[in-house]
Nanobody
Framework: QVHLVESGGGLVQAGDSLRLSCTSS??????????MGWFRQAPGQERDFVGA?????VYADSVKGRFTISRDNAKNTVYLQMNSLQPEDTAIYYC????????????????WGQGTQVTVSS
């Protein structure tokens, strides 16, 4: 059975950086065929698309230029490098897997991690 496990969240100050990781266990050599997406959900708000990676990347406007997604297919891992963090970036961050290429639609993702909390203090 395939699982996604996120790590790397924490409490930081505004302007700091964090790198989140998401590792897919049990996916064998098929990891590279999937689009891997990052989403976030702040308290009382809907889940929002952050970015996704397949052979290229797409980002939400709110994070473009500050966040970078990369992947290491040999390690079945996708990363979210977050720079210049702001209090409005505070949320639970989820990674997810999709067969749709670079989709921003959460409904296109069929496997989700448990999430990791990112808190940015001002």
């Amino acid at each position: 059975q395939v699982h996604l496990v996120e790590s790397g969240g924490g409490l930081v100050q505004a302007g700091d950086s964090l790198r989140l990781s998401c590792t897919s266990s049990g996916s064998g050599r098929t990891f590279n065929i999937y689009t891997m997406g990052w989403f976030r959900q702040a308290p009382g708000q809907e889940r929002d698309f952050v970015g996704a990676i397949h052979w290229s990347t797409v980002y939400a406007d709110s994070v473009k230029g500050r966040f970078t997604i990369s992947r290491d297919n040999a390690k079945n891992t996708v990363y979210l490098q977050m720079n210049s963090l702001q209090p409005e970036d505070t949320a639970i961050y989820y990674c997810a897997r999709s067969r749709s290429i670079l989709t921003r639609n959460g409904s296109d993702y069929d496997l989700w991690g448990q999430g990791t909390q990112v808190t940015v203090s001002s």
